[in-house]
Every structure is written in C-alpha cells, then in structure tokens.
C-alpha cells in the first residue's frame, strides 16, 4: 500500500523512486516485521496468559519438557500479524504470485488456529480433525496450482538442480505435484516445532534461500546469466521473505530458550505452506527437499516410526520426530536446536550452489 503511495511521489521529489527497487523494498519489509514483533510481541504473551492460552504438554514426552507447562501458545499469530502487513505495506500489490503466497498463509493460518482454538480453549486434545485438517490444506493447494496452471506464462516443467538442461513437463500432473509440495512443506515445519527456537531458525534461513531463489528468478538478466527459469513477477515474493525472516527473528526474541510464547500450529503451518508455494513459484520445487531437509528429516522420522511400529512392533527412534529422539539420548534442548540450525545453514548454502553448478 505505502509502495503504490510512495512511488507516485517519484514525480514531486526524484528520492522516491528508491522504492522502485525490489532489494530496498526488501530490506524496509524486514525491519517493518522485526519492529511489529517487538512491539506487539508483549502484548501478546500478556494477553495469551490472561486468556490461559497455554501449551498442553505430552505426559509420554521427555520429562523436562514439564517445565513448560503454562507457556502460552498460539503466539504465530505475531509471526503471521507481522509477515501479512510488512508484505502489504511494501510489495507491489498488482502481483499474482504474491496474491497466491499470502493467499495460502492467510488461509493455512486459519486452518491452524482452528486446530489451536479446539486444543487449546475447547479442551479437545484430538484438536482438528485429520481429515478436514488436510482436506482443508489440499483443497487451498489444488485451487492455487490450478490458478498457476491456467496463466499463460507460468511453466509446467520441473527441473532437476545441478543439471541445466534436465527437464520433465509434467502437464496436468503439475497441479497435484504442485499442491503436494505445498502440503507437504506445511506439515514437516508442523512436526519440526516441538522445541524452543527450533522451528523458526530453519524457517528464516529457508526464507533467506528462496529469497535470493525469487529476486534471481524475477530478474531476466541474472536468470539469463545462470541458466535458471525466468518467471516474470516472481521478484516480489523476496519482499514477502524479507519480512518472513524479520517476523521470525523478533518471534525467536520471545520463543528462544526458554521460551515465553510457542508457535503452536497457527505459525507452523502457514510458514511451511508459504514456504512450499515459494518453491512452486520460483521453479526450484525439488531444491526444497535440500533447502528443507531439516523438516523432510523430521517428517520422515515420523512416517518410519509409525510404520515400523505397525509392521514389526517395534520402534526405531526412542521418540518421533527426531528431536525428542535425541533430547531422550540426553542431548540438551539448546544443543539440538543450535545444531539444526547449523545443518539448515549447510544445506542452504548447498542449495544456493546450484545457482552455479549446473
């Protein structure tokens, strides 16, 4: 909104036209979010704790997490309240990719907070059901790939990191392909965030990838320059992951250890479904499986756990996901933590090598 306002001052005063520039408008997004973070982020705990809003705590978990018992949850509602307007304030509004990103937030966002609300204020321990939860996230993919699908000027390829000229047009089988991708991404950060701080920090380092990931493929020269699918308009989204990476850094000031507020699942899935339609829109689809690997892993260690229990009866990790796994080891929680990050770090620089090696 401010962009559109203040870029037609371009013609009173020349300075104006700074905001012409993808990478200013960026930088503004990311401390507009941080800011809106740290002045409604205690606000927030005070009002969440009032409410009684609490995190319940799994009495078959680790036994220091019952120390946790009373934080108070539902506290992605910051992240998404922060994202949402330093995206609106600053991006250029007319743009269809960015109208799909904040479209699957929004809508992933409300999915989450009704699971919350029925866990959390309704006492209901199942929460939203399965079913409707990912009927719900499928049916909000499905109409954003078949938008996709249908502009003429998006590609239904999908092309293989490390190799320039590995291509496969899936056609038709773009749509469910893409809508798998974006459920996919939203449920793996929704297993992920089950420790302080561990969620957020892959998050805005995945945030930070696919914002060079967008800027580079919106941009014809640079994507020319390294052999990468130009998609017009697609250098918008790296406003929006300006100011997911701004939200997540003055959300970790109150969810790092030991936390004040968790994310609960109004926060996880939103960032994990906004992550996903990045990926789908800047046609590096199959890079997020490397970009993400933290959350593939963790979802993976869910799916074995559950699968080796119902065929062999017996258990693989002492705990699933994976990170309880190793605080049941003995690893501490702020150990773990800062070792994911590390690993996410690693892989994104991995990932964003593929720019060059091709």
């Given at each position: 909104?401010?962009?559109?306002?203040?870029?037609?001052?371009?013609?009173?005063w020349?300075g104006f036209?700074?905001?012409?520039?993808?990478?200013?408008?960026?930088a503004?997004?990311?401390?507009?979010?941080?800011?809106?973070s740290?002045?409604?982020g205690?606000?927030?705990?005070?009002?969440?704790?009032?409410?009684?809003?609490?995190?319940?705590?799994r009495?078959?978990?680790?036994?220091?997490?019952?120390?946790?018992?009373?934080?108070?949850?539902?506290?992605g509602?910051?992240?998404?309240?922060?994202?949402v307007?330093?995206?609106?304030?600053?991006?250029?509004l007319?743009?269809?990719?960015?109208?799909?990103?904040?479209?699957?937030?929004?809508?992933?966002?409300?999915?989450?907070?009704?699971?919350d609300?029925?866990?959390v204020?309704?006492?209901?321990?199942?929460g939203?059901?399965?079913?409707?939860?990912?009927?719900?996230?499928f049916?909000?993919?499905?109409?954003?790939a078949?938008?996709?699908y249908?502009?003429?000027?998006f590609?239904?390829?999908?092309?293989?990191?490390?190799?320039?000229?590995?291509?496969l047009?899936?056609?038709?089988?773009?749509i469910?392909?893409?809508a798998?991708?974006?459920?996919?991404?939203s449920?793996a950060v929704?297993?992920?965030?089950?420790?302080?701080g561990?969620?957020?920090g892959?998050?805005m380092?995945?945030?930070?990838t696919?914002?060079?990931?967008?800027?580079v493929?919106?941009?014809?020269?640079?994507?020319?320059?390294?052999?990468?699918?130009?998609?017009?308009g697609?250098?918008e989204?790296?406003?929006?992951?300006?100011?997911?990476i701004?939200?997540?850094?003055?959300?970790?000031?109150?969810?790092?250890?030991?936390?004040?507020?968790?994310?609960?699942?109004v926060?996880?899935?939103?960032?994990?479904?906004?992550?996903?339609?990045?990926?789908?829109?800047?046609?590096?689809?199959?890079?997020?499986?490397?970009?993400?690997?933290?959350?593939?892993?963790?979802?993976?260690?869910?799916?074995?756990?559950?699968v080796?229990?119902?065929?062999r009866?017996?258990?693989?990790?002492?705990?699933?996901p994976?990170h309880h796994?190793?605080?049941?080891?003995?690893w501490?929680?702020p150990?773990?933590?800062?070792?994911?990050?590390?690993?996410?770090?690693?892989?994104?620089?991995?990932a964003?090598?593929?720019?060059?090696?091709?």
């Amino acid at each position: 909104m401010l962009y559109h306002f203040l870029y037609k001052l371009t013609e009173v005063w020349f300075g104006f036209n700074v905001f012409r520039y993808i990478t200013f408008r960026t930088a503004i997004a990311t401390l507009t979010a941080l800011i809106l973070s740290f002045v409604l982020g205690p606000w927030l705990i005070r009002r969440l704790t009032q409410n009684q809003i609490e995190q319940s705590i799994r009495t078959d978990g680790p036994k220091s997490h019952q120390v946790k018992k009373g934080t108070p949850t539902m506290g992605g509602t910051l992240v998404l309240c922060s994202i949402v307007t330093a995206t609106l304030l600053w991006a250029d509004l007319k743009s269809l990719y960015l109208g799909l990103v904040l479209l699957v937030t929004v809508a992933f966002g409300m999915i989450g907070f009704i699971d919350d609300y029925l866990k959390v204020i309704k006492k209901n321990s199942r929460g939203l059901p399965g079913r409707y939860k990912l009927g719900g996230q499928f049916l909000i993919a499905l109409a954003v790939a078949i938008i996709l699908y249908g502009y003429s000027d998006f590609p239904t390829t999908l092309d293989f990191p490390f190799f320039k000229k590995l291509q496969l047009d899936l056609g038709l089988f773009y749509i469910p392909f893409a809508a798998l991708v974006i459920v996919g991404a939203s449920n793996a950060v929704n297993l992920t965030d089950g420790l302080d701080g561990l969620a957020m920090g892959p998050i805005m380092i995945a945030g930070g990838t696919y914002l060079i990931f967008s800027y580079v493929a919106g941009h014809t020269q640079f994507a020319d320059y390294l052999q990468i699918r130009h998609v017009g308009g697609a250098g918008e989204l790296a406003v929006f992951c300006g100011a997911l990476i701004g939200a997540g850094l003055g959300f970790l000031w109150f969810n790092a250890y030991p936390a004040q507020m968790f994310m609960g699942d109004v926060g996880s899935l939103p960032l994990g479904g906004a992550l996903g339609t990045i990926a789908v829109v800047t046609k590096q689809e199959l890079l997020l499986v490397l970009v993400g690997g933290v959350f593939v892993v963790e979802a993976l260690s869910v799916i074995v756990q559950v699968v080796s229990y119902q065929w062999r009866g017996k258990r693989v990790f002492q705990m699933a996901p994976i990170h309880h796994h190793f605080e049941l080891k003995g690893w501490a929680e702020p150990k773990i933590v800062v070792r994911v990050w590390i690993v996410s770090i690693i892989l994104s620089l991995l990932a964003l090598s593929a720019l060059k090696l091709r």
